[in-house]
């Protein structure tokens, strides 16, 4: 059996972030969470009993930073982090949403993880195994229209998460990112409450119908959540994994993790001619001149 890890926790007052913080406590991890509502924080830890709780807006500084040096004064070292913090935001044509709003939530959700990441690197440094564990989400790999503030925040956390994992590997710290796919949270009070004509008639239609049937039971993200702890994905960093999707769980996942961590599998990538095989159009571009030059007609050509 694996020992207790001491792990931080951002977001832990609902959704996921609230049951990785009941189920990693029941697997008996040393837990320091922290969210804006200190009511529903009380109740996801019982009031501590499973978890120690600080009110935080990881969009502030100082107050991630007091987060941090209470963690450091309590448990003297992290083994991992987890930033579940997150928000919609403003929701609808993005040239119509209220421009302070978009910022804020990309302060949430981007800023957020930036700072916590920040701050608790340094509890983390040198310890064996260490990991940071991020959320991407919907918009995060295709356009997500009406969301826009919420899609780019959250694009911007795989590419962060991606650069974190780089500039850490000689800290020993891993940092992969979890897409948990559609889970049934209350973050989907936003699109109800904004209603069809700002979420898009669509995309309503289909949040409707998997939060009545249809939606990722929670427990797939946080079992991926687990696996991304666990000595199997020793070695594994820069990845966002599918908690939904892809293969994480098999043997030939662990078989190959020396091909996937090489590849540019589960990355966030412009997708170049190399990468397509078919359609006349490759050929043809392949050829042409490459930066938008012309090619040399002669001399004294420019």
Known sequence: MALPKTIVLTGASSGIGAALTRELAADGHRLYVCARRKQRLAEVTKESQIAQYQIVDVAN??????????VRAEAHHVDALICCAGAYGPIGPFHQLNSDAWLQTLQANLFGTFLVAKHFVPLMAGRSGARIVTFSGGGAFNPLPRFSAYAASKAAIVRLSETMAEELKPLGIAVNGVAPGFV?????????????????????????????????????????????????????????????????????????MGDIVASDLYTLRRINLVNLDDGGFVAALEVAPKGGSRAPAGKGNT
């Not at 009070?189 to 990722?216: H, R």
Request: charged share 20%; with cysteine.
């Open 61 to 70: 500084e100082a107050e991630v930073v007091a987060f941090a040096e209470f």
């Open 184 to 256: 049934k949270t209350e973050i989907h009070d936003a699109t109800l409450a904004a209603g069809p004509e700002a979420s898009g008639e669509a995309f309503y239609a289909m949040t409707q119908a998997k939060l009545e049937e249809g939606a990722v039971p929670i427990e797939v993200p946080v079992a991926c959540v687990r696996y991304l702890l666990s000595e199997a994905a020793n070695g594994l960093t820069g990845k966002t994994l599918s908690a939904t999707f892809d293969p994480w769980a098999s043997s030939a996942f662990r078989q190959h």
